[in-house]
T-cell receptor, first 112, second 113 residues
Framework: KAGVTQTPRYLIKTRGQQVTLSCSPI?????VSWYQQTPGQGLQFLFE???????NKGNFPGRFSGRQFSNSRSEMNVSTLELGDSALYLC???????????FGPGTRLTVT | EDQVTQSPEALRLQEGESSSLNCSYTVSGLRGLFWYRQDPGKGPEFLFT???AGEEKEKERLKATLTKKESFLHITAPKPEDSATYLCAVQAMIKAAGNKLTFGGGTRVLVKP
């Protein structure tokens, strides 16, 4: 069974630009969560989607948004990029009713 | 607010030297405690889920245990390939939390041959 895939794997953007990251969950998984990982703050929860609805949101500014499609694929968007948005963005998927989350390889975003 | 603290931050072991990693947590009703392994530049790899105090799970040289306030990850006779960052996370019971995981800062383990 294929794992969680994320595209692109690496991205370099300039301050003020916006970026869209994509995540394809494991087949059959309907819950997708996004996390930001930085050396200073560690892994922090961004938001979770289930059946195209945002179920929970972390403590991030409104510049961070996401959505989920009917095939469970998810995208997250960051507008007006800041230097501090440089991070590894991780997507995780899980089965409905199961608690284990399986992570993708991440997208490394560098903002210059 | 849910909190997870892992110690030590870093651990250097000789091959075969067993040790334990600690994960202390506070959560508004524990739904599950999770252990992950993360290699540099990769996403976390799921290891274990523990649900209630007294529960233990094993996988190869790793054994995870859970009490009401902390969890331990025991590494028995480690090998160099066990070198990684080990992450602990909790999930709260409340419905509003959904599947949110709250992570600790991790323990970086280096096993030298």
């Amino acid at each position: 069974k294929a794992g969680v895939t994320q595209t692109p794997r690496y991205l370099i953007k300039t301050r003020g630009q916006q970026v869209t990251l994509s995540c394809s969950p494991i087949s059959g998984h309907r819950s997708v969560s996004w996390y930001q990982q930085t050396p200073g703050q560690g892994l922090q929860f961004l938001f979770e989607y289930f059946s195209e609805t945002q179920r929970n949101k972390g403590n991030f500014p409104g510049r961070f948004s996401g959505r989920q499609f009917s095939n469970s694929r998810s995208e997250m968007n960051v507008s007006t990029l800041e230097l501090g948005d440089s991070a590894l963005y991780l997507c995780a998927s899980s089965l409905r009713g199961a608690f284990e989350q399986y992570f993708g390889p991440g997208t490394r975003l560098t903002v210059t | 607010e849910d909190q997870v603290t892992q110690s030590p931050e870093a651990l250097r072991l000789q091959e075969g030297e067993s040790s334990s990693l600690n994960c202390s947590y506070t959560v508004s009703g524990l739904r599950g405690l999770f252990w992950y392994r993360q290699d540099p530049g990769k996403g976390p790899e799921f290891l274990f889920t523990l649900y209630s105090a007294g529960e233990e799970k094993e996988k190869e040289r790793l054994k995870a245990t859970l009490t009401k306030k902390e969890s331990f990850l025991h590494i028995t006779a480690p090998k160099p390939e066990d070198s990684a960052t080990y992450l602990c996370a909790v999930q709260a019971m409340i419905k509003a939390a959904g599947n949110k995981l709250t992570f600790g800062g991790g323990t970086r383990v280096l096993v030298k041959p």
